[in-house]
């Protein structure tokens, strides 16, 4: 045989080996693949549960953060808490004594509610007094006396012509004076009718008289307190 026909029969016996497809035959028995195919499971089964038990760790991890957190918080209320009741016992009296107060200052308006500054009244008397008159003296009063008949009439009189509420009367001021005529005397009821809070001005006796040679008239005037003349320097304002 030539070196031709070597190199052609070589090469057409690698051709037929290659163009064959060789066949894979499992001669392992069935159990051993169904030992690794469990295995296969329980490796996948693993690693799951490794996952599982890292997200529960993490989980329980915050969950013990809060926890400490939330304990922290709570000390720091009761802290606060045991602080604020301390400052409470401070004040503890401070309600009993806005009360006491109240109190002293309901009292202190009832017991001046019919207060009336008497230096003011005496003061108009002495700017507003005519000439040829002088008083030798004066009595101031309150009380719950009624208006007398005179004041009576003249208020209710009043009233009817202006439509008003008559003024509460609170007590009477009683001027004895002397004067150099009656004109004087008339002029004087006048003046003592238009004083703030004073109203219902008249006289109850006039009797003439001499001063040396001088003849003088003597009288006797009355005249009503009424609620204009209060003070309000104790009201509560409405508190």
Request: aromatic share 6%; glycine share 8%.
């Amino acid at each position: 045989m030539s070196l031709l026909d070597q190199t052609q029969t070589q090469g057409l016996g690698t051709t037929s080996t290659a163009g064959l497809r060789l066949a894979r035959v499992n001669l392992l028995p069935p159990e051993i693949e169904e030992a690794r195919t469990l295995r296969r499971v329980q490796a996948g089964l693993g690693a799951g549960l490794a996952v599982v038990a890292v997200v529960a760790a993490g989980a329980y991890f915050v969950q013990v953060q809060d926890k400490h957190h939330a304990a922290d918080e709570l000390a720091v209320t009761k802290a606060e808490t045991v602080r604020l009741q301390a400052e409470q016992a401070k004040y503890q009296d401070v309600p009993r004594t806005i009360a006491a107060i109240d109190a002293a200052a309901t009292a202190r308006s009832t017991a001046m509610a019919n207060d009336v500054l008497w230096y003011r009244t005496m003061n108009n008397f002495a700017v507003t007094i005519p000439s040829n008159t002088w008083m030798t003296s004066l009595t101031l009063a309150l009380g719950n006396s009624a208006p007398t008949p005179a004041a009576t009439a003249a208020t209710g009189a009043g009233t009817a012509a202006a439509g008003a509420t008559p003024a509460t009367v609170l007590g009477t001021v009683s001027v004895n004076g002397t004067a150099l005529d009656h004109p004087n005397v008339a002029t004087w009821l006048d003046s003592l009718g238009r004083q703030p809070g004073l109203s219902d001005a008249y006289f109850t006796s006039s009797t003439r008289a001499k001063i040396g040679t001088t003849p003088v008239v003597n009288f006797v005037s009355t005249a009503s307190i009424t609620d204009a003349a209060l003070s309000h320097r104790y009201d509560r304002n409405g508190e």
